[in-house]
């Protein structure tokens, strides 16, 4: 059943009329674990923190992706032996935009405590910024599919809250890439930059109903979608999967992976152009 949105500035009603604006008044959350939903279910990325969340805390699992992919029965497994209590696969293609408040539902169909937004595309960048197609696809799936599912998923959150006082958390894969476009991706890093700032923002709206969002940006991880590809500083899903479950049980609202990546970017960010363009990434 369909979880009726709250008005701007809403608060749910309990009882007898009366609103509900202090939280110690509002319904005990349900103490069994929700589940682990998981957008972009074949992800490396998404499946690494999966395994790690799952290693803390058992607890079932959704996943997200398009039904048929060969790569479905393998990312069941390692959810599986992660300790997922059980598995459900609910089918969607991103770049379906009207399908997202479907398979948003299906994945809802009972209690849920963390979502994870792993899907992504790095796309052929030469050709990305030469062929307009190209560079939609990359900004639909990057960016316009993930504000439309954040959007949806933040209100399902917040139906929860009002319905029985659950609270959970989007993990949402951004990017270091997000942080200041470069020459040599810049339609995947602009893509990454709109996404990084609807789901920054994102944070702060959820922030009164006590519903958490971590971003995280990791630098170049070796996984399916990057393969053939070296790169300084690259590392495995495995170590980003363990970084974002030890900053999402801190209770932290950003990650970067690695961690030399903060002073790198603190540095970068603020680097004139000029020099900027000299870097030979």
């Not at 008005?7 to 959350?29: F, I, K, L, N, Y």
């Not at 959007?151 to 959970?168: H, Y």
């Not at 951004?174 to 893509?191: D, I, K, L, P, Q």
Request: aromatic share 4%; proline share 6%.
């Amino acid at each position: 059943m369909r979880h009726p949105r709250l008005p701007q500035g809403a608060h749910r009603r309990h009882g007898a009329g009366r609103a509900v604006t202090d939280p110690s008044e509002q319904p005990r959350p349900d103490t069994e674990p929700g589940a682990l939903v998981v957008f972009g279910g074949t992800s490396d990325i998404g499946l690494a923190i999966a395994a790690e969340l799952l290693a803390r805390t058992p607890r079932p699992v959704v996943l997200v992706c398009r039904a048929g992919a060969a790569r479905v029965p393998s990312a069941r497994r390692v959810v599986l032996d992660a300790g997922a209590s059980r598995v459900r696969v609910v089918d969607l293609d991103v770049t379906d935009l009207d399908a997202h408040e479907a398979a948003v539902d299906e994945a809802f169909a009972e209690p849920v405590d963390r979502v994870i937004l792993a899907f992504g595309v790095l796309g052929d960048q030469e050709r990305a910024w030469q062929d307009a197609d190209a560079a939609v696809n990359v900004f639909t799936v990057n960016a316009t599919a993930a504000v439309s599912i954040g959007v949806l998923v933040a209100q399902r959150l917040r139906g929860q809250v009002w319905a029985t006082g659950r609270r959970g958390r989007i993990i949402a894969i951004s990017s270091v890439a997000a942080e200041r476009v470069r020459r040599s991706n810049f339609v995947y890093g602009a893509s990454k930059a709109g996404m990084d700032g609807f789901f920054t923002g994102l944070r702060e709206a959820l922030r009164p109903d006590g519903i958490g969002v971590l971003l995280v940006r990791p630098g170049f991880v070796r996984s399916a979608m990057t393969a053939g590809r070296r790169v300084a500083l690259a590392v495995g899903p495995e170590q980003v999967g363990r970084a974002v479950a030890e900053a999402d049980e801190a209770g932290r609202e950003l990650v970067r992976v690695p961690a030399i990546f903060g002073p790198l970017m603190a540095v970068f960010t603020v680097m004139p152009s000029a020099l900027a363009r000299r870097l030979p990434w």
